[in-house]
């Protein structure tokens, strides 16, 4: 079946830094790829997206890169702010039935 | 555009009492629609995804059911609450026609049974 393995958190960086959070997928068929972000109390957002190889999803700074070699989708974002705490999943989606999550990546920003 | 509402926001329930969390969809027609558990810390559990007026399909054995009795309505539902049900529900529909299928959430619903 599909799965989506990310980064373990939780992920605690200072302003500014340089952000990866880790996902790799397993998939049958062609999937397109998603990260999503969820806020504290509150439900999950779509960040980014890409729906086949190669093609980059960016958002708000946030960038993946659909890497069918590796099955990979890291999100990146150069420089985070305190703004960008919240959790991060890693999802795909095979057809227009069930998506398959990552367990979520914690990540704090300190100032 | 489309919108998803869902309520109550929060709950506080004894145990054995019953439950119902109402989704509803605005903007659309025939989403397929999911109720997602959320326990704390922990990532997403698909509990029921629907196809369908009165179509359910259940993904985990539990003490809760789902209804979808109008085409942008979803209920989840129990007659009598046990603690393991705490925790942070999350409606939501993906279009059925075309797109890579992302899903779009509601704010969620915090239930703690006591």
């Known amino acids: 079946g599909n799965s989506v393995t990310q980064m373990e958190g939780p992920v605690t960086l200072s302003e500014e830094a340089f952000l990866t959070i880790n996902c790799t997928y397993t998939?049958?068929?062609?999937?397109?790829l998603f990260w999503y972000v969820q806020y504290p109390g509150e439900g999950l957002q779509l960040l980014l997206k890409?729906?086949?190889?190669?093609d980059k999803g960016s958002n708000k700074g946030f960038e993946a890169t659909y890497r069918k070699e590796t099955t990979s989708f890291h999100l990146e974002k150069g420089s985070v702010q305190v703004s960008d705490s919240a959790v991060y999943f890693c999802?795909?989606?095979?057809?227009?039935?069930?998506?398959?999550f990552g367990d979520g990546t914690t990540l704090t920003v300190k100032p | 555009s489309q919108t998803i509402h869902q309520w109550p926001a929060t709950l506080v329930q004894p145990v054995g009492s019953p439950l119902s969390l109402e989704c509803t969809v605005e903007?659309?027609?025939?989403?397929?629609l999911y109720w997602y558990r959320q326990a704390a810390g922990r990532g997403l559990q698909l509990l029921f995804y629907?196809?369908?007026?009165?179509?359910i399909s259940s993904e985990v054995p539990q003490n809760l059911s789902a209804s979808r009795p109008q085409d942008r309505q979803f209920i989840l539902s129990s007659k009598k609450l046990l603690l393991s049900d705490s925790g942070f529900y999350l409606c939501?529909?993906?279009?059925?026609?075309?797109?890579?299928?992302?899903?779009?959430f509601g704010e969620g619903s915090r239930l703690t049974v006591l």
């Open positions: 629907s196809v369908g007026i009165g179509q």
């Open positions: 890409a729906t086949k190889a190669d």
């Open positions: 998939a049958t068929g062609y999937p397109s």
């Open positions: 999802a795909l989606n095979t057809n227009a039935g069930k998506s398959t």
């Open positions: 939501a529909w993906r279009e059925v026609s075309g797109g890579p299928g992302e899903l779009f």
């Open positions: 903007g659309t027609s025939n989403p397929n």
